[in-house]
């Protein structure tokens, strides 16, 4: 076989090579993804699809070119390539909310063989605020709840909604130049954060998102009617005040946002895991041992965070699952586009 169709593996090699295994055999789905962490997210999303008759196998575009990222995934969809045995799983980033404006955008949200994960990206899902809790205790095995993620989460997101709103409208209106991703970033990150003291970082994020909204407002006076159909718009797909955190730039959410807050809740629950052990150890040989074993039982935060499952009872996962659901049930009967 010539090096250039080894290469370029399509949907219609799939085809082909699923065509001459016997009838029993099971039907082989190649679904892409942009990198290695995203193929343990695409496998909990699609597991629950495999029967006898089919099974998918998760993959980077290329394991000869070590390719990555969502451009290299979706040049797989090529013209010539697209066909029902091979689907792109990727990162929805700003494309969902473009709603097509952009042939990137159209190929995420109207392709039956692409998929997305609604939210920004995988490291949003991960950051999902109900499942932080049990992130803490795996990593510290203390249940104590000492932090209530879900509440901070969620006034973390009205108090950057608005300036969200006017990051969307730029990139919408290709004025992404002028307040580009890398200056939200700067704006919504929480700076300093107390565990007992959380609503000071709260106050501190509202003052400099009213500082940055205030000088948009200046920058684009006429701007006024844009603004409130595209915060509409968003809404309409999904964005809610409450949970604009799932939302933003995933990277940031993840190293910016979230892991330091939890670095500084596991710090303290480890610390009343340890206390407990010398308050309650009758002698030095009992304490040495238990801190020993408690220690070796750690995990590390980064790490569980990424293998957290708890955005399962999310309804962004649940909405990715009717996707998988439809394409069985109406994309795979249809004709091959050409």
Not at 3 to 11: E, H, T
Not at 242 to 263: C, E, R
Request: aromatic fraction near 12%; hydrophobic fraction near 35%.
């Amino acid at each position: 076989m010539p090096s250039r169709l080894k290469d370029n593996l399509n949907s219609r090699y799939f085809e082909a090579a699923n065509a001459l295994t016997s009838k029993q055999a099971r039907r082989r789905i190649v679904a892409y993804v942009e990198s290695y962490d995203d193929i343990f997210f695409w496998r909990t999303v699609l597991s629950r699809f495999e029967n006898e008759q089919r099974y998918f196998e998760v993959m980077l575009p290329s394991n000869k070119k070590l390719e990555r990222g969502k451009k290299s995934v979706l040049m797989n969809f090529a013209t010539d390539r697209i066909g029902p045995d091979m689907i792109a799983c990727v990162d929805a980033d700003f494309d969902y909310l473009l709603q097509g404006a952009t042939a990137q955008s159209q190929k995420v949200i109207e392709s039956p063989y692409v998929f997305h994960t609604y939210a920004y990206a995988i490291e949003n899902l991960q950051c999902y605020a109900p499942s932080l809790h049990d992130v803490c205790v795996a990593v510290t095995l203390n249940d104590h709840r000492l932090f209530d993620f879900v509440d901070y989460l969620r006034q973390y997101s009205e108090a950057i909604f608005p300036l969200f709103v006017w990051s969307v409208w730029a990139y919408r209106t290709g004025n992404h130049n002028r307040f580009p991703l890398q200056d939200f970033n700067r704006v919504v990150d929480p700076g300093h954060f107390n565990v007992m003291e959380p609503q000071k970082s709260i106050d501190n994020l509202r003052r400099k998102v009213g500082t940055k909204v205030r000088q948009l407002q200046a920058e684009f006076p006429d701007n006024k009617e844009a603004y409130l159909k595209t915060k509409e718009s968003v809404k309409d797909l999904g964005v809610t005040p409450q949970t604009t955190y799932l939302y933003i730039q995933g990277h940031h959410l993840f190293d910016n946002v979230v892991v330091p807050i939890l670095d500084k809740v596991c710090n303290r629950l480890r610390q009343e895991r340890q206390d407990e052990i010398y308050r309650t150890a009758r002698h030095h040989m009992q304490r040495q041992n238990e801190m020993s074993c408690y220690e070796h039982s750690l995990l590390d935060i980064r790490q569980t965070l990424k293998k957290n499952v708890g955005y399962r009872q999310s309804p962004h996962f649940q909405q990715i699952q009717l996707d998988v659901e439809q394409y069985f049930t109406t994309a795979r009967k249809s004709p091959e586009t050409s």
